[in-house]
């Protein structure tokens, strides 16, 4: 080991919080660790200084142990590897940039007697703009809407298609089952309000009916992604909005179904109008890095975010009110020990976040100390 370097694989990324750090593997998601932040200085240190070197930097023992111990873990979960000055001075970087061929990578198209009248026009410009997924929020009242539905997906460029429909009597098990048979890219189909619950490869019943504007945006753990392509869009894009389209149930078009502001209705402007307009695309690049809070977040990089649901609608900048994590005590709402933001003396206003660094570390100290 000696003269030897410890370099991160380049696809093991180090995202540091306020008070806690992950190491995201982007090709093994499974592999991902929090780390102690103490942590991220020692791995930095080992990209310019052989890794002996820097344990015997420290003044004793045990922190030397404790190093040494930080290096056995990250070669364990190989994280990284040991490698010589010349293998170090020729070590490729990972490409930040985030480029697709689509103008449109997924879409969300509410549909209903209103609107179903222009889905065949819906569904020809979403082709057009090469748009890759799609998700219906179905409120039809008769089989032949759905079939003629599903027979004009047929033919379509969508990768993916989610359905999530109202309960009629006419969606039966057997109709969904062979909508999906005739077309595979149907990965899911959601019924709201059904009278039991049930749930296969193809669908899901369920008993709770669905509010397709408010049961948006929810964020929570069971939703974070960890891969390259997602790793990548949010290190420029906001990784929900960003060359996202939708139409609401009175077929306005917006960015996302769930808020107030639109660009238009489907019935007297194109898609693609839309879309060129400068304001729509705003919100495309609110990525989590400027946002207040989740910028001291260690799972911003994974989060899908939200935009439509943010504690200052004046403020495009504000958290998602719909998240429950704290990242300056590293609890979650309902766990032991969860304070508010208020409570740990961070406070946000029209102008600025405040921070009260001193008692958040006082907090810290109560709450993991050993």
């Known amino acids: 080991m000696k003269n030897k370097f410890f370099l991160l694989f380049e696809d093991c990324r180090i995202v540091e919080g306020y008070t806690n750090a992950i190491i995201y593997d982007l090709n093994r998601s499974a592999n991902s660790n929090h780390i102690p932040k103490s942590l991220v200085p020692f791995i930095e240190k080992c990209k310019s200084i052989p890794v002996l070197d820097v344990i015997n930097s420290y003044e004793n023992v045990e922190e030397q142990q404790i190093a040494q111990e930080y290096l056995d873990f990250l070669l364990e979960r190989e994280f990284g590897f040991l490698a010589d000055s010349h293998v170090k001075d020729q070590m490729g970087k990972l490409n930040l940039d985030y480029e697709t061929a689509s103008t449109v990578q997924n879409a969300i198209i509410c549909c209903n007697d209103h609107t179903f009248k222009n889905i065949n026009s819906i569904i020809s410009q979403l082709n057009e703009l090469l748009c890759e997924d799609i998700e219906f929020r179905c409120v039809i009242k008769s089989e032949e809407n759905f079939n003629a539905l599903c027979n004009l997906l047929n033919d379509s460029v969508f990768q993916t298609i989610i359905f999530r429909m109202d309960y009629e009597e006419f969606l039966t098990e057997k109709l969904i089952e062979n909508c999906s048979l005739q077309n595979p890219r149907i990965s899911h189909t959601f019924v709201y309000g059904a009278p039991v619950f049930k749930e296969t490869e193809q669908f899901t019943f369920l008993t709770d009916k669905a509010d397709y504007y408010n049961d948006c945006g929810k964020i929570n753990k069971d939703k974070f992604v960890i891969n390259q392509p997602f790793y990548l869009e949010s290190q420029s894009c906001n990784t929900c909005l960003h060359k996202k389209i939708s139409i609401d149930f009175e077929g306005n078009i917006k960015n996302c179904p769930s808020m107030h502001h639109d660009h238009g209705c489907i019935k007297d402007k194109s898609l693609v ?24 977040c260690e799972f911003r990089h994974m989060c899908l975010d939200c935009r439509a649901f943010i504690d200052n609608p004046e403020n495009p900048y ?52 050993e």
Request: charged fraction near 30%.
């Open 273 to 296: 109008a839309a879309i060129d307009e400068p304001k729509f695309k705003t919100a495309w690049f609110i990525k989590k890095d400027e946002i207040e809070i989740c910028s001291d």
């Open 318 to 369: 504000s958290r998602p009110s719909t998240c429950g994590y704290n990242p300056y005590i590293g609890k979650w709402l309902g766990e032991a020990g969860y304070k508010s933001f208020e409570e740990c003396g961070v406070i946000s206003n029209e102008q600025s976040l405040s921070i009260d660094h001193d008692k958040i570390a006082s907090l810290n100290e109560e709450l993991w100390a």
